[in-house]
């Protein structure tokens, strides 16, 4: 089965009445069966998170999914496997709130933190040392779409027997799928394009690795940043028109990058789509889409960026992204804002940069709107 298929069919379980649409199981306890091993209780294991779970892996194309409370709790989970004084690698322009975690959880634990160039292969195998355990990585990177040769740096991971996990939330499992190009973890923040619908917070983990499922199973069980069934069941629903999502972002995101790139008051677009993207030709190899985040550096101060932002109608000031509704974002004043002026511009995060989450609305009417907010500045 293709895709599309896969995500409304996987996992639906007939409940005895009929019904279409498998039921919500909002039960914490089951009743204990001695002959055989069922479920018992929720944070070890739930009907409607088992069906997500499954829903998840086979989105890419993958063996185990687990699934967490949040994008962050499915991180630490995947960073649980460092275990003690290991050493990490993780890709620049990580996204911030991955950043806070290593800083005031990991680091303080003993962990050692190498960060290198996204898009530059050879920086991670110079930083490989004897204690190195796991190489960390997004592409594209938040919010300055930095795209990282996923191929390459599985190879390095292999040569030097290290994992390599790949956070795939901005791509998606319809446009990418890391554990194809040599990844062990992927990990989501399904809050985001998986969900759809800015209404449920969520995070998964997917493998093919046995050993690696009940490391990161054992994680999840114990320490119980899971998810309830409701927040399951919604997290169900919107996977089954992510394909269809996906499709309508892209388009969204590619027309708006390329008027923003005509306009005088624009300095620059990034947007992986655009053969002006630096790393346009690789994106193209393992990304068989381009997705719906588009980031650009407006021709005005910190004042003019704001005033642009607060013009806008259909965009949201707003820290999520990957909804059916568009989202504006302004990094140096929210994600970024708790880190010194000097680590911004060194990471390419200045006063002017906005990104956007383009959403599904017609795509006339989000161009008109950022078209009337620019005449602002």
């Known amino acids: 089965m293709k895709l599309a298929t896969k995500l409304i069919h996987t996992a639906q379980q007939p409940d005895g009445l009929g019904a279409v649409i498998s039921p919500v199981y909002q039960s914490v306890p089951f009743e204990h069966e001695y002959d055989r091993r069922g479920f018992e209780y929720s944070r070890s294991s739930n009907p409607t998170r088992q069906m997500l779970e499954s829903v998840i892996a086979e989105s890419e194309g993958g063996k185990h999914g687990l699934a967490f409370a949040s994008g962050v709790a499915a991180i630490t989970a995947a960073l649980n496997l460092l275990r003690g004084n290991g050493h990490l690698i993780v890709s620049d322009d990580i996204y911030l709130g991955t950043y806070g975690l290593l800083e005031q959880i990991f680091r303080p634990w003993g962990i050692e933190i190498t960060y290198v160039k996204a898009e530059n ?27 990282t040769d996923i191929r ?43 969900s759809g619908h800015s209404d449920v917070l969520g995070g998964a983990v997917v493998v093919n690795d046995d050993r690696l499922y009940h490391e990161i199973r054992t994680y999840q069980r114990s320490a119980g940043a899971v998810p309830g069934p409701w927040d399951c069941w919604l997290t169900l629903r919107g996977i089954k028109t992510l394909p269809l999502r996906m499709r309508a972002h892209q388009e969204n995101a590619f027309y708006l990058a390329e008027r923003l790139q005509r306009h005088p008051l624009v300095s620059r677009v990034i947007y992986p789509g655009l053969p002006e993207h630096p790393q346009h030709e690789l994106a193209q190899q393992q990304m068989s ?34 909804g059916v ?22 990471i390419g995060v200045n006063d002017s940069l906005v990104r956007f989450s383009v959403g599904i609305e017609d795509k006339d009417d989000l161009w008109k709107d950022i078209e009337q907010a620019l005449k602002q500045v």
């Open 289 to 322: 889409g381009f997705s719906g985040m588009v980031s650009a550096e407006l021709a005005a101060d910190l004042s003019g960026t704001q005033r642009f932002i607060k013009s806008l109608k259909l965009f949201p000031l707003a820290a999520s992204l990957g």
């Open 121 to 147: 292969t050879e920086s991670f195998r110079a930083s490989v040392k004897k204690n190195t355990r796991l190489i960390l990585i997004e592409s594209p990177t938040n919010p300055l779409l930095k795209i």
């Open 325 to 346: 509704e568009s989202l504006v974002n302004h990094p140096a004043k929210m994600s970024h804002s708790f880190i010194s002026a000097a680590l911004r511009a060194e």
């Open 152 to 194: 390459a740096v599985a190879a390095i991971a292999e040569q030097t027997g290290i994992l390599l996990a790949v956070d795939n939330t901005f791509a998606s499992p319809v446009f990418q799928n890391p554990l194809q190009l040599g990844a062990h973890i992927v990990i989501h923040s399904t809050t985001k394009y998986i």
